[in-house]
Nanobody, 126 residues
Framework: QVQLVESGGGLVQAGGSLRLSCAISGRTLSNYDMGWFRQAPGKEREFVAAISRIGGRIYYADSVKGRFTIVRDNSKNTVYLQMNSLKFEDTAVYYC???????????????????WGQGTQVTVSS
């Protein structure tokens, strides 16, 4: 059974940092592109960051560019999202997701991802 399990969320003051982890089991991480999405209360899910299966392509939402870093360690079957300079508006449930590589399939669209974790709450206090 395939599982994606996020961890590392919590409460942090504005300007602080958190590192989210996403451990994958039941599949080989190196076969999949990976992404992070988030959903704030009352808002739609939005793209945060993505990385291709070997790590050669990386994408960020404009709102997090320069503050967040996505990294993958295929040997540990884990993807990380390092979040620095956190802002109140970063408060959301963060989800990691896996995507089967397909030519032309956008990394930014959640609908192109076929595996999702349960989410981890990130709360930034102002």
């Amino acid at each position: 059974q395939v599982q994606l399990v996020e961890s590392g969320g919590g409460l942090v003051q504005a300007g602080g940092s958190l590192r989210l982890s996403c451990a994958i089991s039941g599949r080989t991480l190196s076969n999949y592109d990976m992404g992070w999405f988030r959903q704030a209360p009352g808002k739609e899910r939005e793209f945060v960051a993505a990385i291709s299966r070997i790590g050669g392509r990386i994408y960020y939402a404009d709102s997090v560019k320069g503050r967040f870093t996505i990294v993958r360690d295929n040997s540990k079957n884990t993807v990380y999202l390092q979040m620095n300079s956190l802002k109140f508006e970063d408060t959301a449930v963060y989800y990691c997701a896996s995507k089967t590589p397909k030519i032309g399939a956008s990394y930014l669209r959640g609908a192109n991802y076929d595996g999702w974790g349960q989410g981890t709450q990130v709360t930034v206090s102002s």
